[in-house]
């Protein structure tokens, strides 16, 4: 499937291209591009406007019947008669440049029902056009190296022109951005809805791992790699990002009582889905197609050897010469040796999208206040109700904290770990100082 709905070439660590440039369907696919039929109607998905990005808006004036209505979601070599551009909307929203028709067999690997939509548009990114993008394009980002990076957009795959003083540091696999629509020349990035972004050991800045992803797979497995502390971790970083979290259980076929490490997954934070799976099974792809629809894009990330590679392999259906490689894990301690290094957008068989974060393999805390406060939700409330209000919940007389772990409602090995994070957060978050030097409290600092 992946041969020929991917977008991106993902490199393994022993340096080979594993996915569709080896693919011979995608110069077929590229051809039928080409001469591609129209799709049965021109109706836009969303009543209310007919911008292509679902522009939210009311109609002004009565609705025309829908086979007059001009199609803006499609490349203008396919229809007959494209309506000018760019154009204002009566909701003064901007219509963009219409799309070329792609020039290379390479890139042109599309579906005929592709929209805006189907690669993650919603009202959020359509709310920040403004008269300045007319003519311009939105692409989603789907490879990110130093020097290039490639997008897919309604004709399928296809490699960005940087301007010479973008560093593509700043953005993210799952970004929107707004280019030429001939040259690809990159001319903005729209805000994200979420970001999975993570600071190693001493650096300065916040790596990005991954922009607008509506779910993330915390993935580990029914066996050793299982660890209460490394999950919440995970799930601190999700929180943050704004991203919904789901614990993935794999190898369950390997373990006779799966439902306890379900059980103990759930426990971590509430509200928390957890599902167990044989991630080399079909059946999977079943049991994640709740997070996994048309336009949806989750990320995976996980220990290594824990079958975040399979996942993925088994949520695209590749066959095998298309597969993302998997490695061998060691027997010793279940621990995998990180087959896949490049992250990457790759679209999965129920419509959504998924990208791959390999080389997760420490995961610090920093910059992640308010991801530990909806994690440990039970103890951040009882707070307030201590006698002091700088409590440590430590030794503190009247402190609310203590007395719950006393009374047995709070399980006093989460108190050390929640402790552990928050104090792990504090020391390994820079202070930031404002124009005048004054602190920035990085718990009030408005997410990015
Ligand atoms: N029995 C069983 N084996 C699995 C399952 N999921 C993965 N495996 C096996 O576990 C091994 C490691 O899987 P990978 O998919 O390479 O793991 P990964 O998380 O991608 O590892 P890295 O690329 O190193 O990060 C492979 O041999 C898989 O076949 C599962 O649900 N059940
Ligand atoms: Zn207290």
Redesign the pocket.
Known sequence: MLAQRGVSASRTSSGRVSHHRQASGLRTQGKSCRSRRRTATGTPTRTACRAPWGCPAPRIGSPRPARQRPRFDRPAGARRSAPPHPRRLPCGHIILASVPPARHADSVTHTDDTTLETLGWSAFFADQIGTDDAGLIPLRIATVHRARMGAVGLNGPLRLSLPIKLNTADYAVGDWVLAAPETHLVARRLDRRTLLQRRTEGAKFQQLIAANVDTLFIVTSCNDDFNPARLERYLALCNEAGTTPVIVLTKADQTEDPARFQREAASLQRDLPVVFLNGKSPEAATILAPWCGTGQTVALVGSSGVGKSTLLNTLAAHDEDTAQATGDIRSSDEKGRHTTTSRSLHRIAGGGWVIDTPGMRTLHVSDVAAGLDVLFAEITE??PQ???RD???QH?P?????AAVKDGTLDAARVDRWRKLVDENAQKTPVLTGPRGNKIDPARKGRR
């Open positions: 009882l707070a201590c006698r002091f409590c440590t919940h503190e009247g402190c609310a904290v203590l």
